[in-house]
């Protein structure tokens, strides 16, 4: 992890949010802003990277106790982490997100609809179809990507989660399956059948439109 001082200005977290706007920084930098300086032990990209790392394997479920563990995180950072996620979490719209049809899943598929590269997306969702969390799985080559039922699922079942829809993008513009994604289909049905997990649609989603397995027919 390089030091702030051995960035480029255009590459520092401040400077990057200042001319592409904060969704463009990765977690770590956005720690960093808010952290704003490390300690004379260590840089605050160092420590952001740590902070980043503790939030994501805890789903953003972090206490006091748990930033103030980490080495060279004391009350007051660990407070300015804390205090970021309490302001954020009272101005997010508490309304769930219900999926009664694909085209109500398509919001939720707008950012990968133009992407040059294939990106795999699971919606894992409760008992009464409302969205329990979007993920991106994996992120291909230009009409290719590589998904393993193991990494569909996986978080799948962390959320306790009735069912999902599954989706992914086809850079190329074509909206139609291929052998590969039936092929696929399959294999996650069959995983989703052992698990007791039900996928309710898989869809294809371009900046022409979608193909809903569902409508289709070739949801089991």
Known sequence: MKKVKDLPKFGRPREKLREKGAQALS???LVAVILGSGNKDRDVMSLAS?????????????SLGLLSAIEGIGLAKASQILAGFELA?????????????????????????????????CISLNGANEVIEKRIVTVGLLDRTLVHPRE???????????????????????LR?????????RQLVASGRLLGIKILDHLIVTKKGY???QEEGLIE
Do not use: C, W
């Open 152 to 174: 569909v699922f996986a978080d799948v079942i962390v959320d306790r989660a009735a069912s999902v829809i599954l989706a992914h993008n086809h850079p190329s513009g074509e």
């Open 89 to 121: 979490r009272r101005y997010i719209s508490v309304e769930s997100v219900k999926i009664s049809k694909p085209l109500d899943a398509l919001p939720l598929l707008s950012d990968i609809m133009n992407k040059h590269q294939e990106y795999f997306v």
């Open 177 to 185: 399956p291929s052998n590969d994604d039936l092929e696929l289909q």
């Open 27 to 29: 977690d770590t930098e």
């Open 50 to 62: 740590k902070v980043s790392r503790l939030i994501s394997r805890n789903h953003g479920a972090v």
């Open 211 to 213: 193909f809903s397995f």
